[in-house]
């Protein structure tokens, strides 16, 4: 006897022997069961989830000699044709293939007649949205008031190139993916009855790369038994679908953590000898980010499914969650622009250096100068003569610049008289930082210090921020301290307006040295160019 494809071999032929589909064959079941028909229905999915093989048990639910039944007996003449593909009154039609209008007339014209052995005529058209505009016009009308002994089943892959005319006259059902689980336990019962032998780990890569597809997954089987002469290993199928295992991933990302590049390197060099898919390896490196993540989001969830969580655990006990948020995004968009680089290997480089390279930097607030956190900015590249005209003008800008006034003295002595030393002194950071630089220090009597607060800022001296102030200016003075804010406009310049003053100083010198620079001014002379000053950013 010939060799059967597994996927040929293990197509169910009940509905009970389904996995997954459940919202599907429930409508379906008590269609039947109730004897409410309707005549015509859509089945729509990717590809290898049920689609045909759900129409063909329908058909033989219809056409079964025992009766109209969701259990059909599945050993009559007709429930045995259907399983064999030669029943007379189940025409199934592949649309890719026969898209013209003669072919859908042709078609048609035989619709009027009664079965010749069963009890429904039933037309599987499957790829349906391969059919021609001619065509769905031609069948509109059938499918709309077909005869009563007529049932359509359509199957696609792609409703939404079906016309709405076609759609409102079906009965639509969408297939789902199938879950990882659903699919590994069907491989599991597969290969225990084709007397195959394998690794755990072996089904899952086989369940992972099917992606949500049963049929896929039991080509791929077959694939196996046969790549590894009836057995099989981990190694073996990892190699033929050119997969990485995933501790190398876990290296990876251990080197990224780090910031070990040539320990990066490394790894990518001996990951390179084993030919691996390139774009797997970011997808596992963004997968497992992502798992450490959810980790650190809910650290007691426990889904071991894929076996993902225990690797990602460690990762998720020493990385900072908004460095995974960056190094998920950076994957995700290096596989998006894989095939962009001169070779898989070099894209796939290319991402794990920017995430060694790249840190996440929270936001300064508001206002504040200092820009805490924040990486120094790298000036933009600028022509060499535009470099070079720039710069003259530039230093000979920086002379003129007036140096901030010296702060008034308070009642307090020594260093304590220049309140932004004070306010640098204390570490203070965030919304309390931004309220103290927005104060001026009126000094300081006994056990009270004195600020005063422009009422412009008044919604940053909320009751925590005071305290956490006066908390501060406490331990900076060694005793308890009270603290008297006052709301009016400070007569003397506060941290925050001296430093606002000064970048306005460098941007007015920014500017003029761009207006002076001479081949700027060629530009504004021979094309009629006009500088926008938005544009301009004073060089750090």
Request: hydrophobic share 45%; aromatic share 4%; glycine share 6%.
């Amino acid at each position: 006897m010939s060799y059967q494809a597994l996927a040929r071999k293990w197509r169910p032929r009940l509905f009970a022997d389904l996995a997954g589909q459940e919202h599907v064959l429930r409508a379906l079941v008590h269609a039947l069961d109730n004897d409410r028909l309707h005549h015509a229905y859509l089945f729509t999915g990717t590809r290898g989830v049920g689609k045909t093989t759900i129409a063909r048990i329908f058909a033989k639910a219809l056409n079964c000699e025992a009766g109209v039944s969701s259990t059909p007996c599945g050993v009559c003449g007709a429930c045995r044709d259907i399983d064999d593909g030669r029943f007379v009154d189940l025409i199934e039609v592949d649309a890719a293939s026969r898209t013209k209008i003669e072919d859908t007339r042709d078609l048609l014209d035989n619709v009027q007649y009664s079965p010749a052995r069963g009890r429904y005529k039933v037309y599987l058209i499957d790829e349906v949205h391969m059919l021609s505009r001619h065509s769905f016009n031609a069948l509109l009308k059938t499918l709309e008031e077909p005869p009563p002994h007529v049932k359509f089943l359509l199957a696609t892959t792609d409703p939404q190139n079906l016309p709405v005319t076609v759609l409102s006259r079906c009965l639509q059902f969408n297939l789902k993916r199938l879950p990882l689980a659903l699919i590994r336990d069907r491989l599991r019962v597969v290969a225990k009855e084709e007397s195959l032998e394998f690794e755990p780990p072996a089904l899952d890569l086989l369940a992972r790369a099917a992606d949500g597809s049963m049929r896929d997954a039991l080509s791929l089987l077959d694939q196996a038994a046969s790549h590894g002469g009836g057995r099989l290993t981990e190694a073996d199928v990892a190699a033929m679908l050119g997969t990485v295992d995933r501790e190398h991933a876990v290296r990876l990302m251990d080197a990224v953590v780090s910031g070990d590049g040539p320990t990066l390197l490394a790894e990518m060099a001996a990951l390179d000898e084993r030919v691996p898919d390139y774009d797997d390896v970011l997808g596992t490196v963004a997968a497992l980010v992502q798992r450490a993540a959810v980790l650190q989001a809910a650290p007691d969830v426990d889904d071991e499914e894929d076996g993902l969580t225990p690797r990602a655990r460690p990762l998720a006990n020493i990385a900072a969650p908004e460095d995974l948020q960056l190094w998920y995004q950076v994957a995700v968009a290096g596989r998006r622009d894989l095939p962009l680089a001169p070779s898989p290997r070099a894209g796939c480089e290319m991402v794990l250096l920017r995430m060694l390279a790249f840190r996440f930097s929270p936001p300064a607030v508001s206002g504040d100068p200092e820009g805490v956190g924040r990486p120094a900015p790298v000036p933009a590249a600028k022509p060499a003569a535009a470099r070079a005209a720039a710069s003259a003008p530039a230093a000979s800008a920086a002379p003129s610049l007036p140096a901030a006034p010296p702060p008034s003295p308070a009642s307090a002595s020594g260093p304590l008289d220049d309140w932004e030393q004070m306010v640098d002194a204390m570490g203070l950071a965030g919304v309390t930082r931004q309220l103290a630089r927005h104060c001026a220090y009126l000094g300081r009597e006994g056990a009270v210090v004195h600020l005063v607060l422009d009422p412009a800022h008044e919604f940053l001296a909320t009751s925590a921020q005071q305290e956490s102030l006066r908390d501060a200016l406490s331990a900076h003075f060694g005793t308890a301290v009270r603290l008297q804010l006052d709301f009016a406009r400070p007569q003397e310049e506060t941290p925050a307006d001296r430093e606002r003053r000064a970048a306005e100083q460098r941007q007015q010198a920014a500017e003029e040295a761009i207006q002076e620079d001479p081949l700027v001014r060629e530009m504004q002379k021979v094309f009629d160019a006009t500088v926008d000053r938005d544009s301009i950013r004073p060089a750090d």
